[in-house]
Nanobody
Framework: VQLQASGGGPVQAGGSLRLSCTLSGTTFRRYVVGWFRQAPGKEREFVAA???????DYADSVKGRFTISRDTADNTVNLQMNSLRPEDTAIYYC???????????????????WGQGTQVTVSS
C-alpha cells in the first residue's frame, strides 16, 4: 500500500491550493483517508478525513475553508484549501486508516499508512 501526496506549494494569504492523495496497491473501500499537517516545532495535527461512504470530519481550525473529497475513479482523495492563512503553513501528509472508528480519525497513531508529505507555504 502506497500513498502519494501532491499539490503543495507557495501561495499568498487568502489564496487556494488543492492537494491530492493517490492510493495504490489497494482500494479505498478498505480505508478511511485523512490529512494531517505538521509545522516546524509543532506536533502533527489532524486536518480532515473521509470514509468510503464520504462521511467527513474536519478540524475546527479549517471548517468552512477546507473541503475533503474522494474520486473513486482514480483512487484519489483531494483537499481543497481556500482562504489560506499563514498559520496553515506546514507539511501536509495523507494517511490511511483501516479501523473505521470515527472517534479516532483525528488520532495519527490510528493510521496504518502514510504518504511522504507535501509542503504548503502561505505568505502574508
Amino acid at each position: 500500500v502506497q500513498l502519494q501526496a501532491s499539490g503543495g506549494g507557495p501561495v499568498q494569504a487568502g489564496g487556494s491550493l488543492r492537494l491530492s492523495c493517490t492510493l495504490s496497491g489497494t482500494t479505498f473501500r478498505r480505508y478511511v483517508v485523512g490529512w494531517f499537517r505538521q509545522a516546524p516545532g509543532k506536533e502533527r495535527e489532524f486536518v480532515a478525513a473521509i470514509s468510503w461512504t464520504r462521511t467527513t470530519d474536519y478540524a475546527d481550525s479549517v471548517k468552512g475553508r477546507f473541503t475533503i473529497s474522494r474520486d473513486t475513479a482514480d483512487n484519489t482523495v483531494n483537499l481543497q484549501m481556500n482562504s489560506l492563512r499563514p498559520e496553515d503553513t506546514a507539511i501536509y501528509y495523507c494517511a490511511a486508516d483501516s479501523t473505521f472508528i470515527r472517534s479516532s480519525w483525528s488520532n495519527p497513531t490510528q493510521y496504518d499508512y502514510w504518504g511522504q508529505g507535501t509542503q504548503v507555504t502561505v505568505s502574508s
